[in-house]
């Protein structure tokens, strides 16, 4: 719970330097406290769109880690109240 926590306050807080450790938390926390992640990740926007954006060909053969930034993009999308983000996927 203690891990939950600090993932939902890190991405609450919206701290530009929370993000990479955020990110890389997400490819490897071990415990469900990785679903808050996601959801702290997808919490940053544009900003963490790009992050999980680089993340993705490091990942390319790991199907665990593929199915929880696929997951942080669900969550972005289900933020994205302006389209901003679903413009910017479609665009590149």
Known sequence: ELRQFAAVV?????????????VELLTRE???AWLDVAR?????G??????????CPSIAN???KL???????????????TGDLQRTL???
Do not use: C
């Open 10 to 22: 890190l991405g609450e807080g919206g701290d530009p330097g929370a993000l990479d450790p955020l």
């Open 30 to 32: 071990r415990t469900e």
């Open 40 to 44: 702290a990740v997808a919490s940053f």
């Open 46 to 55: 544009a900003d963490g769109l790009a992050a999980v954006q680089d993340l």
């Open 62 to 64: 790991e199907q665990i």
């Open 67 to 81: 199915e929880r930034v696929a997951r942080a993009l669900a969550e972005m999308m289900r933020r994205d109240e």
């Open 90 to 92: 479609t665009s590149k």
